[in-house]
């Protein structure tokens, strides 16, 4: 079911999960999301600056974004920052979910100690969050064991936050489609 142009503008559930592909328009709309709703949104960005090219990321988002928002950077420590930063006079926008695992397996942390402590988080939390993440599963089977480790984990995470998550919404090409919605909602 494809959102129409109002449902933007609808409560938020408790947890919406964003997938899509890279530059498919999930950052966009997951902010448009969470401006939506009276008081304020947070941005929890777990990108890190280390080259040229990821400055000008976050560059790019931070522009789009206004005053309404303020940044909290956190590129491990996801279940923390979240209990943190939630609020019921506030949202919470989680960007990126891919980009955390990187981090994790990194620097070898427990994928599934991390993603539980995620998941059980989410259940906790003060208001509502929007969490977006990169569908990697699509494409073909990556050619190394660390790019297979990640899809895998990468599938593992999206699909463990799916089942945890109220609204779960694919992005492809700019177009939202909702895939999951037990709000008892329509759309």
């Given amino acids: 079911m494809a959102?129409?142009?109002g449902a933007e503008q609808a409560a938020?559930?408790?947890?919406?999960l964003i997938l899509g592909g890279a530059r498919s328009g999930k950052s966009a709309l997951a902010?448009?999301?969470?401006?939506?709703?009276?008081?304020?949104c947070v941005y929890l960005a777990t990108a890190?600056?280390?080259?040229?090219?990821?400055?000008?990321?976050?560059?790019?988002?931070?522009?789009?974004?206004?005053g309404r928002w303020s940044t909290a950077e956190e590129p491990l420590d996801l279940a923390g920052a979240l209990a943190?930063?939630?609020?019921?006079?506030?949202t919470v926008l989680v960007d990126?979910?891919?980009?955390w695992l990187a981090n994790l397996l990194e620097r070898d942390r427990d994928i599934a100690a991390e993603t539980a402590a995620l998941v059980a988080c989410?259940?906790?939390l003060a208001g509502p969050v929007v969490l977006v993440s990169n569908e990697v599963g699509l494409g073909i089977v990556p050619d190394n064991a660390l790019?297979?480790?990640?899809?895998?984990?990468?599938?593992r995470l999206n699909q463990a936050v799916a089942a945890t998550a109220q609204r779960v919404i694919l992005v492809a090409a700019g177009l939202p489609l909702i895939i999951k919605d037990e709000t008892g909602e329509s759309a």
């Fill in 31 to 40: 902010e448009r999301l969470c401006e939506g709703r009276a008081g304020g």
């Fill in 12 to 16: 938020l559930p408790p947890v919406t």
């Fill in 96 to 99: 990126c979910l891919t980009l």
């Fill in 147 to 155: 790019a297979r480790a990640f899809r895998d984990h990468a599938g």
């Fill in 122 to 124: 989410l259940g906790r």
């Fill in 84 to 90: 943190r930063a939630a609020g019921a006079d506030r």
């Fill in 48 to 66: 890190e600056a280390r080259d040229v090219e990821m400055t000008a990321r976050i560059a790019e988002h931070r522009a789009r974004r206004g």
């Fill in 3 to 5: 959102i129409d142009a």
